[in-house]
């Protein structure tokens, strides 16, 4: 317990967070500290600039798309830093520019995140150059500069990747690991005595999003990088085979789902789910070292102990079933217990199983396995025609993208009405904050505003009580490293080193000291209010917009589960891509339906519709993917089979019917209110004493029971 602080800080030096980090401040200063040496410090900052602006687009994912991505931001930036650099003696033309392009880089969106964060770096590049007024000679030698910067940075890139090539796939892999290892943490809390059910159930839906969200990268990174996807090497093979296992671990650990308050009532007095809730803790700490052996090179080993856990827990078990002479507990309660206790034991298998790829004498035989991986990724890619059909209101890109056009020309003529001589912060702080959403806008700037204030404030008792220039110095690449390190991690934490290390720069430049300080908080604070008045007045984007796309999404991801799943019983599958991919998809719509509901409680409440239906809706589909996942796995994993399926059929057919009218209902919005039944199974029909046969048709009917709600609830949801 003593060293899980120590384990976390050394987790973190060890992440991609603090890899990119150190490259970018090594990318940035170096320039600057080595022409400083030769008196041309001037010329070494605007090659820094040059380097930061290509940092802006080097985020994780393949090298391929890194390389691609820099490469256009360096032709964009050198061409605009020219653009500006020519023209921004004309205050009007200046201003017409700054429209114009920040409506198209902000189109970008289209794109995807790295297409936009090409877009932020012209941005960048143009609102620093806006007020360095200079003679045409000099702009051309100040494009340059930036181009040769730029260059230089994509190169130090490339050749740290060149260096370990499969290290940002360790770390993506790791941060992947320790987010499903949270989500079980949090399903252990449900076997807590006194445990908060909503408080916790909404803590899972976040989380599960984390999960979805590190996932994708780790596909992004893993399967479209071609030294693995050719598994040409032991390690490529290594890494595959450990993402394909955490998957389906994660499938088993989302199928632990039942009604937990049941469960306290019953068994609480006996002790055991306590003990339940240990085990999964501890199944967590194993998936933790798992985690932290892929970025350190160690190997993990599954404790002794943890097997006597589980061993002792089934025991428990067999104990309290013997003693249940009197029925204190009823058979369905020890069923669960007995459930949850065998997908222990298969979680527990599957991480002994990962464990084992570790060995260095195994990594050698690594089987590869056929993987299509082409339907597991997605591809964007830049189709001019999706451009021209967004050029409407009805697109949020196009709204997103002419509310930042606007806003930044108001920032410009505030700014130069202010006339202050950083005036330039307010159009970054503007920049920065405005995001497509208002919820994201909100949050962005709550977060900018608490960062550059208490930054502020330690900038400034920093230049008071420091006065040594090597201590400043050292102070400044601390700033630095952990600016660039949390600015995807916490922005908060991220704007709280910027702004130390932006004082601290400007008084190694003799530009001022506390009076920075000052100018940079008025300014923020002016940037900060035009960006969150812009995003709520003009051509706003609500999230209830899109609540009828996302949950009929989630719906026809369910139902293709589902689908799949039932193929599992009625055909002789050999190829699960087809159930996987299904799999995969239900995770992305369940993350988006969970992100959409959270987003919502920071719009204003006349925003805020159907908050009460929503959350219902989330916390069914939520339901009905972990009993369908519960269902593949009794296939998958206990080898049960159903002889005769036609009597399950009706079930069946009746489950998806009903997944398509909740479709049909969201859609067409109709008062009408149907009479659908819930087909119920005759006990005489099936006389079988097989216990696996029992369980599948138990599964099958409340599969249905939960369809059957959802349906009921999207008669009283009206969009």
Known sequence: MFNRPIRDIHDFLLSTYFADGLRITFGVLCPSLILAQFGMLQYGITLSLGALCVSVVDTPGPIVHRRNAMMITTVLITLISLIVGITNNNIYFIGILLVICSFVFSMFFLYGLRAASIGTAALLVMVLSIDDVRPWKEVLFYALLIFCGSIWYSLLSYLFYRIRPYRLVQQTLSESIHAVSNFLRAKAKFYHESINYDDNYAQLLQLQVLVHENQDAVREVLFKTREIVRESTPEGRFLLLVFVDMVDLFEQVMSTYYNYKQLHEQFDPSGILSHYESVILKIADQLDDIAFALKTGNTPSLPISLIADVAALKEEIIQLEKKNTEGKYNTLGIIALKNIEVNIENILSRVKTINGYFNKNEKKNLKPRQIDLERFITRQSIDLKQLSENFTFNSSVFRHSLRVAIVMLVGFVVAKTLNFSHSYWILLTILVISKPGFSLT?????????????????????????????????????????????????????????????????????????????????????????????????????????????????????????????????????????????????????????????????????????????????????????????????????????????????????????????????????????????????????NSTDTGEIIIAEQFDLIQKVAYDIYKLSEKIKL
């Open 442 to 686: 909100k949050e962005r700037n709550y977060q900018r505003l608490i960062g550059t204030i208490a930054g502020a404030l330690i900038g400034i008792c920093i230049l008071i009580y420091v006065k040594d220039k090597n201590t400043l110095f050292f102070i400044l690449l601390i700033c630095m490293i952990g600016c660039f390190s949390f600015l995807r991690k916490n922005y908060v934490i991220s704007v709280l080193f910027m702004t130390p290390y932006i004082l601290v720069l400007f008084n190694f430049l003799g530009m001022g000291g506390l009076s920075v300080a000052q100018e940079r908080v008025y300014d923020t604070l002016i940037g900060s209010g035009i960006a969150l008045l812009g995003s709520y007045l003009l051509f706003p984007n609500w999230e209830h917009e899109k609540l009828k796309d996302t949950m009929m999404e989630m719906l026809k991801a369910n139902m293709n589960y589902f689908e799949q799943v039932t193929f599992l019983y009625t055909e002789q599958v050999k190829d699960f891509t087809n159930y996987k991919v299904a799999r995969k998809e239900v995770y992305v719509t369940t993350a988006n339906l969970a992100s959409l509901f959270q987003r919502m409680f920071s719009e204003p409440k006349s925003k805020q519709v159907l908050m009460k239906e929503l959350h219902q809706f989330t916390a069914l589909n939520h339901l009905l993917s972990s009993y369908i996942a519960t269902l593949s796995l009794y296939y998958k994993e206990h080898s049960f089979v159903y002889i005769n399926f036609e009597e399950l059929k009706p079930i069946s057919n009746n489950t998806v019917y009903l997944l398509n009218l909740s479709a049909e209902t969201l859609y067409t919005n109709t008062d009408t209110i149907n009479n659908v039944p819930l087909i119920r199974r005759n006990m005489n029909d099936n």
